[in-house]
């Protein structure tokens, strides 16, 4: 800030833009310019030619910029045109993928609520017991090497051995799903299997006890076969005991 007072200060500022007294500024005269400022009089200097032209030549040039883009854009709409796909093709197309690579599901044979034992004769070695793992299954036995029967008309769903080694065979149609475990089975996974048809035969493998609960792994015992029965219309697990009419 300076040390004048303020109005002298704006007085000083002015100066910086405003001549006084209506004197001509020298930085203000160009002398090549076609215009020379006089404060008393302004005398037009001849024009160049091309100050004239100038102009005209710019529109010229922009007219012709219009032109050309237009046309660029034109013939970029047509090659669009030509080259796009119709919709209904686009839609046929992903209509056959869809087809070709969709997975087809189980078909199950018709609903049957007939259920049977899965042996002929059996003994029982075990009640209701699994609600701690989701099941409400019963322990039979047949002995060693008997024939296990599909207990429906069903198809295979699953076929596996679990972490605990248990050999598991899923056997269902629309009403039931049944899961047997231990066996020595000799079905595929997508078979449909009849019902009281063979799907294998009575062993001990994996996590399997004799009647004083000790492990039989490796051991000639705890022959049986696991059968737990879920009703698919329920929505639940059922009592084989009750299902079947074991006493």
């Not at 080694?165 to 000799?186: C, F, P, R, W």
Request: charged share 15%; net charge negative; hydrophobic share 40%.
């Amino acid at each position: 800030m300076t040390n004048l007072p303020i109005d002298e200060f704006l007085a000083v500022a002015a100066q910086d833009t405003y001549p006084q007294k209506d004197e001509i500024l020298p930085e203000m005269v160009v002398h090549n310019d076609p215009v020379v400022i006089d404060h008393g009089n302004q005398t037009a200097m001849p024009m160049h030619p091309f100050v004239i032209l100038g102009p005209v030549l710019v529109i010229i040039l922009f007219l012709i910029g219009i032109i050309l883009n237009r046309s660029i854009f034109d013939v970029a709409q047509e090659s669009r045109v030509e080259t796009a796909v119709p919709q209904s093709t686009v839609v046929a197309n992903v209509e056959a993928v869809v087809r070709e690579t969709a997975v087809p599901l189980p078909k199950f044979p018709s609903s049957q609520n007939k259920i049977i034992a899965p042996y002929n004769e059996y003994v029982l070695t075990q009640g209701p017991h699994g609600s701690t793992y989701g099941h409400m299954a019963i322990d039979i036995a047949a002995g060693n090497g008997a024939t296990i029967l599909s207990p429906i008309d069903g198809l295979v769903t699953e076929l596996y051995v679990d972490e605990y080694a248990n050999t598991v065979l899923v056997i269902e149609n629309d009403k039931y799903q049944i899961l047997m475990m231990h066996g020595n089975y000799s079905v595929n996974k997508g078979d449909e299997i009849k019902l009281g048809q063979s799907v294998g035969t009575e062993s001990n493998n994996g996590f399997t006890k004799d009647m004083y609960g000790n492990l039989c792994y490796q051991r000639d015992c705890g022959y049986h076969t696991h059968l737990n029965i879920y009703d698919k219309i329920q929505g639940t697990n059922v009592n084989p005991l009750e299902l079947l009419g074991i006493n």
